[in-house]
């Protein structure tokens, strides 16, 4: 039996609810529905995204978590009462916010819906964020000054791409990407054009069926206490320096002198 099967029977057994009855709501035979459940045939996208809606669960979390271990009171409603995001709380209640440090990053692409991954990661708290769910994520290379390597991006968790406005910076997940810090410039209906505030990063183009999440910058959390002049002289000065590098290696291929 795969993963998928075991949940969608302990959904239905945890609901106390017959195959016939989850079949009907399926439009579908229930010796069919069996096939699904036992493992013996796979459901297509079509039923897969009928039986989310039934149980008011993400796909992802049918496919990749074992519902079996997880109480779904603790994961956060999204829209239409959909249960997709692992949360941690407090003692009071209230939302932490679960840190991804450079050690534990490589593993986020395979744990970000995984409640056990989510649960091992480093908490703190920042009240002053107010209501929102929020994840704090590494900085990584030179492309988003003031922020530096080591520094870290607290994002509010953003539902749906409608939401994300351009000139807003966020964290990006995705498939083939990973985790990247950027500024949105412009939101199309199936792609994103994102930049880097370091102008010698050319923009490029996110397509929205690769995007895994999507946080919105709130605020950060640094080591340095540089002033974004300084940063933004010692970019340029990078930028002189990789120009004059092209321009002798461009001479060099000419045949020029220098």
């Not at 916010?97 to 450079?102: L, M, N, Y």
């Not at 703190?124 to 704090?136: A, T």
Request: aromatic share 8%; with cysteine.
């Amino acid at each position: 039996m795969s993963l998928f099967s075991d949940n969608i029977r302990a959904l239905r057994v945890r609901h106390n609810i017959s195959q016939e009855k989850v079949a009907t709501s399926l439009m579908i035979t229930r010796g069919r529905y069996v096939k699904y459940e036992d493992g013996t045939s796979e459901a297509p996208y079509e039923i897969l995204k009928k039986i989310a809606q039934y149980y008011q669960m993400s796909i992802d979390l049918l496919l990749s978590v074992d519902i079996r271990k997880i109480d779904v009171n603790e994961l956060l409603k999204l829209e239409n009462n959909r249960l997709v995001l692992p949360i941690q709380v407090d003692q009071m209640g209230e939302n932490c916010i679960e840190v991804v440090t450079q050690k534990v990053k490589a593993g986020y692409l395979n744990g970000y819906a995984d409640p056990e991954y989510i649960e091992q990661l480093q908490q703190i708290s920042l009240p002053f964020l107010g209501v929102g769910k929020y994840r704090g994520f590494p900085v990584e290379g030179d492309s988003m000054p003031p922020h530096q390597n080591g520094d870290i991006i607290v994002g509010r968790y953003v539902e749906q791409l409608g939401e994300i406005l351009g000139g807003r910076t966020y964290i990006i997940i995705t498939r083939t990407e990973g985790m990247v810090y950027k500024r949105l410039n412009t939101n199309k209906q199936n792609t994103l054009t994102v930049s880097s505030d370091n102008y010698f990063y050319p923009p490029y183009e996110v397509k929205a069926s690769d995007i895994l999440e999507i946080w919105e910058y709130q605020c950060s959390i640094a080591r340095s206490d540089k002033k974004t002049e300084e940063l933004e002289s010692t970019t340029i000065k990078n930028m002189f320096v990789e120009l004059k590098k092209d321009i002798l290696e461009v001479k060099k291929n000419i045949g020029l002198s220098t």
